[in-house]
């Protein structure tokens, strides 16, 4: 792989007050381009000033949807170094992601270097107040103007950074979850388990109906044959402790392989907790609740880490889970989460990389 080449920008941008960050609404000085073509495979690797693309109206992205992403932070630690949470997993699951679109892989090693580099450049953007990040953004669209419906010989692979406020000001706060029988998310067979926009694109009618109509912040995902089984709950995996047990959807082809999910089941099984991937049906979730078995539900990923569900909303039923509070499950299993993003709690499991 070629080196990455650096034009480091002439105008500087201020850096936004870091109590008012929120969430992808600023982003860095430069970001991180690479080209590829079928005749020269990936190139011209390069650090560039943050700015537009300028893409051909023909691009194939615009028309037919080939497209994949990722998703991970950079933690300022407690002792002032710059940490990546298991970036190499999301180096292999961008590729599983672009095997399924029709993109070509990207060396996995030089993804982590790609994101290395960049994050060096813009080290003065990540954040040091609590529970604040830079949010990491690679992403590969395809660029070949064509109508023609077939995967492009062109395509622009893109890392771009954002900084990020903390997800949870005052402790976790548990959300409420509609259960959709209407709209699925993603099939057996179709792209669910891929990271590429189309998955979003199909879920936002229903996240919208599900706060408007029922004032829930996140759909439950069921199956998209039967309607029955869980799959995944907004765009986190998700987690249900049942009298003692942990039970997770096992990966079947329509869910998101998540890097939270792989890491929470790690920690669960190493504190002893037995923890099954199976299928679950929403039926046996009511009746857990309605035997006093459901202890806790979580939803997992990047963005929140641990999202605690307090309540559930089926078919006109709404139930409640642990009393609408955090479970000391969800609880333990974010402080030692973010504890090791940040530094706090000694890495033993070798999943923090340094920049
Ligand atoms: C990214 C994503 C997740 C969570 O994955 P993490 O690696 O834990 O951030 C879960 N579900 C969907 C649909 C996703 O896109």
Request: proline fraction near 5%; glycine fraction near 10%; include cysteine.
């Amino acid at each position: 792989m070629n080196p990455i080449r650096i034009e480091k920008s002439t105008q500087l941008k201020p850096k936004p007050e870091q109590q008012s960050l929120g969430f992808g609404k600023h982003f860095t000085d430069h970001m991180f381009l690479m080209d590829y073509s079928s005749d020269e495979g990936w190139h011209d690797a390069r650090i560039v000033p943050y700015g537009p693309l300028e893409l051909d109206p023909a691009s194939m992205v615009f028309h037919y949807g080939q497209a994949v992403f990722e998703g991970l932070k950079a933690y300022r630690s407690v002792d002032e170094q710059i940490l990546l949470f298991r970036p190499d997993k999301n180096a292999q699951r961008i590729n599983h992601s672009s095997t399924r679109i029709s993109i070509p892989p990207i060396d996995e090693a030089f993804f982590v270097e790609a994101l290395q580099t960049l994050i060096r450049v813009e080290a003065d953007w990540i954040p040091s107040m609590e529970g604040t990040s830079l949010y990491i953004r690679p992403f590969i669209i395809a660029t070949e103007a064509a109508l023609g419906v077939r995967s492009s010989d062109h395509y622009l692979f893109a890392i771009i950074l954002s900084p990020g406020g903390a997800y949870y000001e005052e402790g976790l706060k548990p959300i409420r979850i509609f259960v959709d029988n209407h709209y699925v998310r993603a099939v057996q067979g179709g792209t669910g388990h891929a990271k590429t926009p189309g998955n979003y694109a199909s879920s936002l009618k229903g996240q919208m109906e599900a706060k408007e109509q029922h004032n829930c912040s996140q759909v439950l995902w069921l199956d998209g044959i039967e309607r029955t089984y869980i799959e995944e709950v907004g765009s986190m995996n998700v987690f249900f402790k049942i009298n003692g047990e942990v039970i997770t959807p096992e990966l079947n082809g329509s869910i998101l392989e998540g890097i939270t999910r792989n890491s929470v089941i790690h920690l669960l099984r190493e504190w002893g907790i037995h923890v099954s991937e199976r299928k679950i049906s929403i039926d046996e979730i009511m009746r857990a609740s309605d035997d006093g078995l459901l202890e806790e539900v979580f939803g997992t990923g990047t963005a929140a880490v641990i999202s605690p569900v307090g309540g559930l909303f089926w078919n006109n039923r709404d139930i409640v889970i642990n009393e609408g509070i955090t479970g000391a499950c969800s609880q333990k299993l974010y402080d030692t989460l973010t504890g090791i993003q940040y530094g706090k709690v000694q890495d033993k499991w070798g999943w923090t990389v340094k920049c």
